[in-house]
């Protein structure tokens, strides 16, 4: 009974130290953290709008649904919202811009992790730019990546689902 | 000195984790699809292993044997939490690739086999020098692991193109390929040790 506490004693004393270390080494770290993730949005979200200048969330509860994008104008150009789906053997996430006539402005492929050298090329941007000023209704023409289908289909395929259900809602955004 | 550096220097070939100690094989076959994933888990690792080598060799008479596992883990949990918030402040591309690896440092073997082995035994500065000189043993085996899949499963180094017009074979990036691949230079480093012996 008593070794038994004694040992209970040392680890706690040693868990104490090791969490005493990591709270601050979190407050080193966490304002950068949370400042990369934001430049990454900002940046991600430019490249799939270069024309947006002002990227505005639109929230339900606490999830974003859109970006609302307006132009250095100030002018409504369009929106810009993340879409995921199944792939061959992951989960792609995507970032996609469009226009509010339903055209795809560009799309960025966030994460994903298909076959090295296969279904990872749909992160290339001779697949994305494939997407570039086609409506959201004839994205099932875009041509597959050779030895690559089943990626690319996924890719199209969830684009063009959030898409529309997107464009639903903004209808009568101006 | 001279024996500090012969610490260092077993990790790197006598005593290599990867090939002659075949530790931590799983974080081996996950990461070395591209040679810039293989230098990034091998950095992480090394820190991992310098620092719990270091604290455990400090810590080692406080410690009663029969709790000594735990204790190690919470050391190397420690080091493997700060690696990990250090890539997601400075290096958030390097993290995402290597994605769920990085926490499993805490289970590499080569971590807690080397906290066991050696630096629960030895002195703190020869426990640093063993930890250096497995993590550079690690990193080296990693490079050319990965090195070797990049080249001739995608047709590029460091995201260079070698050689124009060569049709990488793809298995090479896939998990089957890093078996073979893996499987071929153990058998190599096999032959190696025979004949010095």
């Given at each position: 009974m008593k070794e038994a506490l004694r040992y209970g004693f040392i680890l706690a004393m040693i868990c104490v130290v090791a969490s005493g270390l990591l709270g601050g080494m979190n407050s080193l770290t966490r304002p950068k953290i949370i400042a990369q993730v934001q430049g990454e949005e900002q940046a991600a979200l430019r490249e799939v709008?270069?024309?947006?200048?002002?990227?505005?969330p639109i929230k339900?509860?606490?999830?974003?649904?859109?970006?609302?994008?307006?132009?250095?104008?100030?002018?409504f150009i369009g929106v810009a919202f993340e879409a995921s789906g199944k792939g061959y053997s992951s989960v792609i996430d995507t970032l996609v811009g469009m226009t509010q006539d339903g055209s795809i402005a560009a799309i960025k492929i966030l994460n994903q992790n298909e076959t090295p050298g296969l279904g990872a090329r749909i992160a290339e941007s001779s697949f994305t730019g494939r997407f570039t000023n086609k409506n959201i209704q004839g994205l099932t023409d875009i041509q597959a990546i050779t030895g690559a289908t089943?990626?690319?289909?996924?890719v199209i395929n969830l684009v063009q689902e959030k898409a529309k259900e997107i464009q639903a809602l903004i209808k009568n955004e101006k | 000195m001279k024996n500090l550096f012969k610490e260092f220097l077993k990790g790197i070939i006598r005593e290599n984790p990867t090939f002659v100690l075949v530790l931590g094989l799983c974080p081996t076959l996950a990461v070395s699809t591209s040679v810039i994933n293989g230098i990034g888990m091998g950095i992480?690792?090394?820190?991992?292993?310098?620092?719990?080598?270091?604290?455990?060799?400090?810590?080692?008479?406080?410690?009663?044997?029969?709790?000594?596992i735990p204790c190690f883990i919470v050391v190397?949990?420690?080091?493997?939490?700060?690696?990990?918030?250090?890539?997601?402040?400075?290096?958030?591309a390097l993290n995402?690739?290597?994605?769920?690896?990085?926490?499993?440092?805490?289970?590499?073997?080569?971590?807690?086999?080397?906290?066991?082995?050696?630096?629960?035994?030895?002195?703190?500065?020869?426990s640093l020098f063993d930890g250096l000189g497995m993590g550079v043993g690690f990193t080296l085996a990693l490079i050319l692991i990965s090195g070797i899949r990049e080249a001739l499963g995608s047709g590029k180094i460091l995201g260079y193109t070698l050689v124009q017009k060569f049709e990488p074979a793809f298995v090479l990036g896939m998990p089957s390929g890093a078996l073979l691949v893996i499987g071929l230079l153990l058998g190599f480093f096999n032959i190696l040790k025979g004949r010095r012996e």
């Open positions: 709008m270069p024309e947006g200048q002002h990227f505005e339900k509860g606490k999830d974003i649904i859109y970006y609302k994008v307006n132009n250095k104008d100030g002018k089943i990626s690319s289909k996924a | 992480a690792a090394t820190f991992v292993l310098l620092g719990s080598n270091v604290i455990v060799a400090l810590i080692k008479n406080i410690i009663p044997a029969r709790i000594r190397i949990a420690t080091f493997v939490t700060i690696t990990e918030m250090t890539m997601k402040a400075y290096s958030p995402r690739a290597l994605g769920i690896y990085v926490p499993l440092i805490v289970v590499n073997c080569i971590v807690l086999g080397r906290a066991e082995a050696y630096a629960q035994k030895q002195t703190v500065l020869n």
